[in-house]
């Protein structure tokens, strides 16, 4: 069964600052990997994800994430972070060729930008 | 846009009331998913139906039901509400393709009294 790990409840970074919020994964064989956002009193926002190619994957709103199959990870990151980034964010992922196995989603980490 | 609405944001119901939570796509999505969102818990996954009148179990999906008689509408029921289903709801779809990413609604958040 596929799982998600997301080890930080809670990242602080400075406005301006670079920021990264971490996720590994089991599943198996490939994975599909996604990274959603959660704004206060919405519902989860797609940002980007990783199904095939290049390791480094862009997606909305200045967001990127490395994908490295040798650490099972997905961590996502930002080079310059935004005090309007604070939100809560969250990893999944599902195994790839799998019919219609479901995402299985992380914990959820909260990250707090400071002006 | 894809929208995916939630019929109501907030709800109060009573102990052993039958609950009904509605949600409507209007994507001609395939997928159509209720999870619910628990502060340390993330989200769980409670039905899912990958087509009309189909219905699969997620992680949790006792004290649940659901119906999807129509593509653009999957609902879910409560059917004797209790004190512990007190959450935030959420509904999502999806096309059926295997790398399409969910698209969900802004939540239901039920209180149970």
């Known amino acids: 069964a596929q799982s998600v790990a997301q080890p930080e409840d809670q990242v602080n970074v400075a406005e301006g600052n670079p920021l990264t919020v971490k996720c590994t994964y089991s599943?198996?064989?490939?994975?599909?990997l996604f990274w959603y956002v959660q704004y206060p009193n919405r519902g989860l926002q797609f940002l980007l994800k990783y199904i095939t190619g290049d390791n480094l994957v862009k997606g909305s709103y200045g967001f990127e994430a490395e994908f490295n199959k040798s650490q099972t990870s997905f961590h996502l990151k930002k080079p310059s972070a935004l005090v309007s980034d604070s939100a809560l964010y969250f990893c999944a992922v599902r195994p790839s060729f799998s019919g219609n196995t479901p995402l299985v989603f992380g914990k959820g980490t909260r990250l707090s930008v400071i002006a | 846009d894809v929208k995916v609405t939630q019929s109501s944001r907030y709800l109060v119901k009573r102990t052993g009331e039958k609950v009904f939570l509605e949600c409507v796509q209007d994507?001609?999505?395939?997928?159509m998913f209720w999870y619910r969102q628990d502060p340390g818990l993330g989200l769980r996954l409670i039905y899912f139906?990958?087509?009309?009148?189909?219905?699969e179990k997620g992680d949790i999906p006792e004290g649940y039901s659901v119906s999807r008689e129509k593509k653009e509408r999957f609902s879910l029921i409560l059917e004797s509400a209790s004190t512990n289903q007190t959450s935030m709801y959420l509904c999502a779809s999806s096309f059926g393709v295997e790398n399409s990413p969910l698209h969900f609604g802004n939540g239901t958040r039920l209180t149970v009294t």
């Open positions: 139906s990958y087509d009309v009148k189909m219905k």
């Open positions: 599943v198996s064989g490939n994975p599909y």
């Open positions: 994507m001609d999505h395939e997928n």
